[in-house]
Nanobody, 115 residues
Framework: QVQLRESGGGLVQPGGSLRLSCVAS????????LDWYRQAPGKQRELVAA???????NYADSVKGRFTISRDNAKNTVYLQMNSLKPEDTAVYYC?????????WGQGTQVTVSS
């Protein structure tokens, strides 16, 4: 069983920053991916940031230049640095652990961008 613990969400004013963290623990494989999704009210869950199989990064167009995904393999942790936040970034942010034929989601952390 894989456990994912997300943290770092909260309320921030437009233009502010937050850093999300996701720690994987339990029965994790030696090779896996951890990436970030989000779901706003009334909308489908969407990919925000991920690592490609080649080790580079991939971002949703709406967050390019503002968000940065990074990871610490020794700590089984992935981060999402979010800068220049906008009200439309308000959503529940989810971490996803995946290996071939299996994926597991975290419980999500709420990010609210509002003045």
């Amino acid at each position: 069983q894989v456990q994912l613990r997300e943290s770092g969400g909260g309320l921030v004013q437009p233009g502010g920053s937050l850093r999300l963290s996701c720690v994987a623990s339990g029965s994790i494989f030696s090779t896996y991916t951890l990436d970030w999704y989000r779901q706003a009210p009334g909308k489908q869950r969407e990919l925000v940031a991920a690592f490609t199989s080649g080790g580079s990064t991939n971002y949703a167009d709406s967050v390019k230049g503002r968000f940065t995904i990074s990871r610490d393999n020794a700590k089984n942790t992935v981060y999402l640095q979010m800068n220049s936040l906008k009200p439309e970034d308000t959503a529940v942010y989810y971490c996803r652990y995946s290996v071939p034929y299996y994926a597991h989601w975290g419980q999500g952390t709420q990010v609210t961008v509002s003045s």
